[in-house]
């Protein structure tokens, strides 16, 4: 929800301008700071963003997207799979369109995905003599493509960064080979592939990063011809509505290695994470939190904000220390370039969940520290993910509150905790 001045408002950012009583409340009654979610070197997005607020080192722990969503589906992964995210996305003449299908639902994605594991992974795999290739259905546009012997040393690009621009300059490269300990850069994009990638050990890599990325672009282009076809698409374009009509593959790596929550943090027995969303799901997986589900959770707007909140609170009742909430719908609506719609997400979140969540715990004898941030920021205006630090606020009932009186990306400057940095935010929450 973080965003950066919008001239439409003033000069405001959205924080600055919506209508949020309840996370102004707590920024008064408690402390704020700001905390830097993308460490140096890193892509800004939210499987970098939401792995760093949960105190992990990425240098040691970030294998990209897909196997935390392979983790969040259920897929176990083997020693030499490599995980890839695979969006299904709108191209139109010769451009990316969206990143999100023309806001492709489950059910349909799910028919896709079946068709393009019979009639394009099944062929490869027939003539490879193994299961090469395997497509896994995720949520809405967001799914999942594990190839055995496959390389993450790739260079990939984000659909959600490239909004609007020629998709073929956009295919998947080898990366280039990486010193030790040193950053890649791609003169496309950044990404999972590129960041200080040693050598694999005992992964079993079948294919060198050229012959994965080959892979990849034959299995994008080859999806397209096959989508086009589909009925699905067919209806579409005949109502002249958006497509669900490229397979999108990026942020791709090995099964990580990270330390549970409750192994970090002797405050932390037994904890659960709330997300409509794969990816926070599989983050919560490796860090030892249950996967609620919610009924209605959708990762947009629409969401059931209620709901969410609502098991937040009987996670704490029925004996959590520990409930990561997480809401897509700001981050949706920012990608869309919807002011409107993020403004209103905001409010949302204030109203339909921190307040309620609020207005229960804040009842009880025993103490519950409550934090409030984004991820990330995804401006508006920009439709793309920024890794400029983002505001935060620390509340409990016996805090000791700081000047700060609202809760925004300039206000939360002045705030006592000041620039945080790395496992320092966990390490303050903790400490509270």
Not at 37 to 62: C, R, W
Not at 250 to 273: A, E
Not at 412 to 425: H, I
Request: charged share 20%; hydrophobic share 35%; aromatic share 6%.
């Amino acid at each position: 929800m973080a965003d950066l001045p919008v001239e439409r408002l003033g000069g405001k950012t959205l924080l600055q301008y919506a209508h949020k009583p309840m996370m102004d409340q707590l920024a008064s009654r408690g402390r704020t700071g700001r905390l830097v979610t993308v460490p140096e070197g890193f892509p800004p997005g939210s499987e970098v963003a939401n792995t760093a607020i949960l105190g992990y080192d990425l240098n040691k722990v970030y294998e990209g997207r897909g196997p935390l969503e392979a983790a969040s589906i259920g897929y176990e992964m083997r020693d030499d799979d490599m995980a890839i995210r695979c969006n299904i996305i709108t191209l139109e003449d010769g451009r990316i369109v969206t990143h999100n299908g023309g806001n492709l639902q489950t059910d349909d994605a799910r028919i896709l995905i079946d068709y393009l594991n019979d009639r394009l992974a099944a062929p490869i795999n027939r003539k490879a003599g193994y299961e090469q290739v395997k497509f896994i259905t995720g949520i809405q546009y967001r799914h999942l493509l594990v190839i055995r012997g496959g390389s993450k040393h790739i260079v990939c690009a984000p659909p959600h960064d490239h909004p609007g621009e020629p998709w073929r300059p956009l295919l998947v490269k080898a990366s280039p080979s990486p010193s030790k300990g040193g950053d890649v850069k791609s003169p496309i994009a950044t990404d999972s592939s590129n960041q200080t990638p040693p050598p694999s050990e005992g992964l079993g890599e079948a294919l060198t990063p050229q012959q994965t990325a080959d892979l990849l672009n034959t299995l994008i282009l080859q999806s397209q011809q096959l989508l086009a076809e589909h009925p699905y698409n067919r209806a579409k374009a005949a109502k002249g509505q958006r497509q669900a009509n490229s397979i999108w593959p990026w942020s791709g790596g090995y099964r990580p290695s990270m330390l549970t929550l409750q192994q970090q943090y002797p405050q932390i027995k037994n904890g659960s994470v709330i997300s409509a969303v794969d990816l926070i799901r599989g983050i919560g997986h490796y860090a030892g939190l249950k996967i609620v589900e919610v009924p209605g959770a959708t990762g947009l707007a629409d969401t059931n904000y209620e709901g969410k909140a609502q098991a937040a609170i009987d996670a704490l009742r029925g004996g959590d220390d520990f409930v990561f909430v997480h809401v897509e719908a700001s981050d949706e609506a920012g990608h869309d370039g919807d002011l409107e719609l993020k403004l209103r997400t905001i409010e949302y979140l204030d109203q339909r969940i921190i307040a309620p969540i609020y207005n229960e715990v804040s009842t009880w004898q025993e103490p519950v520290c409550m934090a409030v941030l984004p991820d990330h920021l995804t401006p508006v205006e920009q439709r793309i993910h920024v890794g400029q630090p983002v505001p935060f606020l620390i509340w409990h009932r016996n805090i000791q509150p700081d000047q700060v009186q609202t809760y925004d990306e300039v206000s939360c400057v002045e705030g006592s905790y000041g620039l945080l940095r790395l496992g320092e935010f966990m390490k303050a929450l903790m400490s509270e």
